[in-house]
């Protein structure tokens, strides 16, 4: 490992002039690959995420971060460009410095979700694999930085693809 660089908890680097006090307007990078290992969430849903999926409207979708600061929030996707980033007006906004201030895009068109990475530095995952631009499928893990999420569609939508 570099001589100029310090270690703290969770095996981010820091340079020695950088203090190791509050985030600040740079992202810090990942200790190491095994930081990104992909691990699949079995289908250990609550009842009150289960009752969310349930209730989604045609067009929607809903993201449910399952690991990181913030686990079990839910997000609601029901425009057509919904951004996620470390900068306080992001749609979803993750207040952790190994996301970046405009890290990925979450776009919809029609009932077809895709999320689109915006240059990250940490790079944004789907299902394991690091991403540029990746189809959303129900049941799909998205990783943002620290940040493990599931993508889940309507039902009616859901429904209606599966030609039912």
């Known amino acids: 490992m570099d001589e100029n660089r310090q ?17 600040n307007d740079t992202t810090q990078t990942f200790g190491h690959d095994s930081d ?3 691990v ?7 009842d009150a995420e289960l009752e969310a999926i349930e209730a989604l409207p045609g067009g ?8 990181g600061p913030t686990a079990g929030a839910r997000y609601l996707l029901d425009a057509d460009v919904t951004t996620v980033g470390r900068h306080p007006e992001a749609d979803i906004f993750f207040d952790d410095v190994t996301v970046s ?4 895009e979450v776009t919809r068109e029609g009932a077809a979700f895709e ?3 915006q240059r990250s ?7 394991g694999e690091r991403v540029d631009r990746a189809a959303l499928v129900n049941g799909a893990e998205v990783r943002i930085g620290k940040f493990r999420l ?14 039912r």
Not at 60 to 67: D, F, G, K, Q
């Open 7 to 23: 270690t703290d908890r969770g095996g981010i680097r820091r340079s020695p002039d950088r203090p190791a006090g509050p985030p």
């Open 36 to 38: 990104l290992s992909f």
């Open 40 to 46: 699949p969430f079995g289908a250990d849903l609550t």
């Open 60 to 67: 929607a979708a809903l993201l449910i971060v399952r690991s």
């Open 101 to 104: 201030r405009r890290h990925a």
């Open 115 to 117: 999320i689109v990475d």
């Open 121 to 127: 530095l940490n790079g944004t995952y789907v299902n």
């Open 150 to 163: 599931n993508f889940f569609v309507s039902p009616v939508d859901l429904q209606q693809a599966q030609g």
